[in-house]
């Protein structure tokens, strides 16, 4: 399947459109960095990672319109303090223009971070990003119990990039992610990447946390499958909890064609275990639940 035959693809399976709760927009001078390190991921990480989507934010905005995308989260994250606030602010105007975008908000373990974060949510942030790699701490900083109880209460869904994917960080894995859940088992929890490279280990966690998801972002593609291949009983895996897996892609900074991601997708609905109403759920009703459409 190519780009421009998704948004037809996805009207043939009578959906209102596909929901994207992984994807990122961030100020200019913020994604111009971005870009920068990925330019050089093969010294970064090994491996080169050009980026697929590098276009002016509203040609972004168009494309993803194009795909059928009908709503999605535009994640935002600090990489050091003093920083969030100002990225909450941002993001919110960037969702206040554009309709499909979902407001969302990020966090950072900072002094007065509970405070920014419940101004955010009183604001309507209804998605939050929490990028342990990037950011380079311990979700289980004191400084966060505040915020992570916040959001538990809130019941408003938290996309924590946690896993040793690309790279392990200092504070990265499941192991660590847990005992978060453990102190706060009601918090809605989406598990970017499934987890990369720990797939089953974040299966493990959504079977043992009901609110616990795992978002498709960049797994079972082939860019990743060599660094991370799907467990053997991946399918199986789903089918014990179809309601918690949900479309992200990481668009645009992916090194492939957004279609390759629903591609993949499509291929898990072919096992006997999941088929059409899995497919429905992971690409618009779990996403639309989520983020309270």
Known sequence: MRDGELAGWVAEL???????VHVHFLPDAVQRK???YFDDATRNYGTEWPVHYRLPAEERVALLRSFGVVAYAPLVYP???GMARWLNSWVAEFSAGVPEAVPTATLFPEPGVADYLDAALRAGARCVKAHVQV???DPRDPLLEGAWGLLAEAGVPVVVHCGHGPLRGDHTGM???AEVLERHPRLTAVLAHAGMPEISAALDLVD??????VDTTMVGVGFATRIAPLPPDWERRLAGAPDRVVLGTDFPSIPYPYAEQVEAIRGWAEHPALGPG???AVLHDNGARLLGL
């Open 34 to 36: 971005v870009w920068a």
């Open 135 to 137: 950011g380079a701490y």
């Open 14 to 20: 009578g959906l209102p459109g596909l929901v994207d």
């Open 208 to 213: 043992r946390f009901p609110r616990v998801h």
């Open 79 to 81: 990489h050091k303090p």
């Open 175 to 177: 192991a660590v992610f």
């Open 278 to 280: 899995f497919l429905r």
